[in-house]
T-cell receptor, first 113, second 114 residues
Framework: GEDVEQSLFLSVREGDSSVINCTYT??????LYWYKQEPGAGLQLLTY?????DMKQDQRLTVLLNKKDKHLSLRIADTQTGDSAIYFC?????????????FGTGTQLKVEL | EPEVTQTPSHQVTQMGQEVILRCVPI?????FYWYRQILGQKVEFLVS????????KSEIFDDQFSVERPDGSNFTLKIRSTKLEDSAMYFC????????????FGDGTRLSIL
């Protein structure tokens, strides 16, 4: 079955880069996603990468995918206090009715001044 | 930017009562989903819905749960007889006609069962 793992906490100083890591198990994943959840809010789609890509960059965000090791990372450049949130990695399995997401536990990012 | 909206934001219900959680997906989307997140746990898939029928459901989605698209805009999740363990945040999501497209989530409904 599908399983997605993430480390629980990450603390960085403002202005540094943050790297959040994720491992997944299902090699049939089509897309891999990063969502951000701020306190009391929903899941905000940050970025996603197709499974046949190695890297995707979107402004301050860089996603790296190592399909052989089933390892995904999200790098946030110049981390700001507003980036403090929980970050969820999710893998997508295509089904007959769209795609089913399996989420990781979430990584709580704390940005310190 | 279009968004998924969910109501209510917080629902408090007595155990054994029926509850209906409501969602308005993004208007041109065709695939609809419900997920739940028990406090401190992972976000879990419940059900996907396409072409007016359930396309996939998880083990969690037992006979107490049902979904419906009663009109062209709403998508609802009904829990027939709530249990204490149904207390969770319930998220609705939708994706567009491509099927394997990013899912956009609402802000969730916090369901508290007393």
């Amino acid at each position: 079955g599908e399983d997605v793992e993430q480390s629980l906490f990450l603390s960085v100083r403002e202005g540094d880069s943050s790297v959040i890591n994720c491992t997944y198990t299902d090699s049939s994943s089509t897309y891999l996603y990063w969502y951000k959840q701020e306190p009391g809010a929903g899941l905000q789609l940050l970025t996603y990468i197709f499974s046949n890509m190695d890297m995707k960059q979107d402004q301050r965000l860089t996603v790296l995918l190592n399909k052989k090791d089933k390892h995904l990372s999200l790098r946030i450049a110049d981390t700001q206090t507003g980036d403090s949130a929980i970050y969820f990695c999710a893998e997508s399995i295509l089904t007959g009715g769209g795609n089913k997401l399996t989420f990781g536990t979430g990584t709580q990012l704390k940005v310190e001044l | 930017e279009p968004e998924v909206t969910q109501t209510p934001s917080h629902q408090v219900t007595q155990m054994g009562q029926e509850v209906i959680l409501r969602c308005v997906p993004i208007s041109n989307h065709l695939y609809f989903y419900w997920y739940r997140q028990i406090l401190g746990q992972k976000v879990e898939f419940l059900v996907s819905f396409y072409n007016n029928e359930i396309s996939e459901k998880s083990e969690i989605f037992d006979d107490q749960f049902s979904v419906e698209r009663p009109d062209g805009s709403n998508f609802t999740l009904k829990i027939r007889s709530t249990k204490l363990e149904d207390s969770a945040m319930y998220f609705c999501a939708s994706s567009d006609a491509g099927g394997d497209q990013p899912q956009h989530f609402g802000d969730g409904t916090r369901l508290s069962i007393l």
